[in-house]
Every structure is written in C-alpha cells, then in structure tokens.
C-alpha cells in the first residue's frame, strides 16, 4: 500500500468494527518463523499485503485503474508479531491473479526490530498461472520455486467454504541480540 490503513491487524476481512466482511475465499494463514537451525523466532514482525477478491490494491494508482472498483472492506494489509514458537496467523482471502501477475500470491515481509530480515511472495500451488508469471519465473532453480509454493486447503467442517494454508519460514540468518543493540544505538 502507498499509505497504510488505520487497521493493521492480522484479520484482513473486518476492518475496525465494521460488520460488513472483505468478499474472497476466506483463508486461515498460519505458520511458523524459523531461523536457519530450525529454531523458531520469538518477536519477529510478519507483514502481509495482497489484492483484493477484485484485484486491486490497497494503493491509489490501482484504485484508479479504468475498470476497477476496490472492495472497501478488505484491509489489504496486515501485521503480527510472532510467539514464543515462532507462530503467526492471519485471516484473509485465497489470492487472486490481476493483470500483469497471472500468479496469485500474497506478498510476505519478516522484521525483527527495526531490520528488515525477508521479502517474498507465498504462491498457490497448482495454479495454472504459475507457468507464466514473470516474477516466480524469476527464481530459476526449481526448489527455490517450490520453496514459495503453498496449499490452500478446503476446511472439510467449514460451512462458508474457507481454507487453510500453513507456511513456514525459514530465514538464513537472524539479527541476535547484539545486532539489535547495535541498529539502537
């Protein structure tokens, strides 16, 4: 988003009070934040932002793209800060293609401090736009592509249709405590 919403919260579907829900696949994202020995990281801070059901961003410049009409109940953007396990959820929708980006994602941001330790992109698995997409075409070894795939699972007991998906991510190196003391000071 080129400004960030009032509502920063990690249920992208309600903004604030409001009654009315985001229009999408509702989806439970779930995971874990693991440095590179498999430990999770406490007090990491998960950003997340995606277009909306009708494939516009939370931004000015697709909002006024000719033919769009931006879905003013979906937060767009989310945050949360991770347990001592590691654990993050959100709830939002499945992605979507929009023009441009035949890939539907949701776009990832990991943060601990005041340091910016991951940019991504959480990808769908299977989905046929995949093969196209500039930008996961961008990671050109065939692990790293599969390393940003993820289910989006049916919840077999939901009457609404709502999915899940569970990501894991593993950071190559996190800031310890004398890093972070360092960036203070």
Same mark, same amino acid.
């Given at each position: 988003?080129?400004?960030?919403?009032?509502?920063?919260?990690?249920?992208?579907?309600?903004?604030?009070?409001?009654?009315?829900?985001?229009?999408?696949?509702?989806?439970?994202?779930? *995971? #874990?934040?693991?440095?590179?020995?498999?430990?999770? +990281? =406490?007090?990491?801070?998960? @950003?997340?932002?995606?277009?909306?059901?009708?494939?516009?961003?939370?931004?000015?410049?697709?909002?006024?793209?000719?033919?769009?009409?931006?879905?003013?109940?979906?937060?767009?953007?989310?945050?949360?800060?991770?347990?001592?396990?590691?654990?993050?959820?959100?709830?939002?929708?499945?992605?979507?293609?929009?023009? *441009? #980006?035949?890939?539907?994602?949701?776009?990832?941001? +990991? =943060?601990?401090?005041?340091? @910016?330790?991951?940019?991504?992109?959480?990808?769908?698995?299977?989905?046929?736009?995949?093969?196209?997409?500039?930008?996961?075409?961008?990671?050109?070894?065939?692990?790293?592509?599969?390393?940003?795939?993820?289910?989006?699972?049916?919840?077999?007991?939901?009457?609404?249709?709502?999915?899940?998906?569970?990501?894991?991510?593993?950071?190559?190196?996190?800031?310890?405590?004398?890093?972070?003391?360092?960036?203070?000071?």
């Amino acid at each position: 988003p080129d400004k960030l919403p009032l509502d920063q919260d990690n249920d992208l579907l309600i903004i604030n009070d409001q009654l009315t829900p985001a229009v999408g696949t509702v989806t439970n994202l779930t *995971g #874990r934040v693991l440095n590179a020995s498999g430990s999770p +990281v =406490k007090d990491a801070t998960i @950003e997340i932002w995606q277009c909306d059901a009708n494939a516009v961003y939370l931004h000015t410049a697709d909002s006024r793209r000719k033919g769009t009409q931006r879905d003013a109940n979906f937060q767009g953007f989310g945050r949360f800060t991770t347990n001592s396990e590691g654990e993050y959820r959100f709830r939002t929708i499945k992605p979507v293609p929009y023009p *441009g #980006r035949p890939a539907p994602h949701i776009h990832v941001k +990991v =943060k601990r401090g005041d340091r @910016e330790l991951l940019t991504t992109q959480i990808f769908v698995r299977g989905h046929e736009g995949n093969a196209s997409d500039g930008v996961l075409s961008s990671a050109r070894d065939l692990v790293d592509r599969e390393l940003l795939m993820a289910d989006f699972k049916p919840l077999p007991d939901s009457k609404i249709g709502e999915c899940a998906c569970q990501f894991d991510i593993v950071l190559g190196r996190t800031p310890d405590e004398s890093d972070l003391r360092r960036e203070r000071s």
